[in-house]
C-alpha cells in the first residue's frame, strides 16, 4: 500500500531500498512488494565483526500495477 500511495502522489518513476546481506527478512519483503536487485556491494558492511554484503533493491512505476 505505502509504494502504491507514494508513486500516486510522489513525482517519481523509482523507489529504492538498501540493506545488507544479512538482514534476510527485509530482503525477502522487498521482493515480495515487487522490488528486485539492482546491485549488490561485496563485504562493504561489518556488522558484529564479520563483512556482510550491501544490497540495493528497487521498483519502477512501470514494473506494477501503479
Do not use: P, Q
Amino acid at each position: 500500500m505505502w509504494i502504491d500511495y507514494l508513486f500516486r502522489h510522489v513525482d517519481t518513476v523509482r523507489l529504492g531500498i538498501s540493506t545488507w546481506s544479512g538482514n534476510e527478512r527485509m530482503i525477502r519483503l522487498a521482493a515480495r512488494c515487487g522490488m528486485v536487485e539492482e546491485g549488490r556491494i561485496r563485504k562493504a558492511r561489518i556488522v558484529r565483526g564479520r563483512y556482510y554484503d550491501s544490497v540495493k533493491m528497487g521498483i519502477l512505476r512501470e514494473d506494477g500495477k501503479r
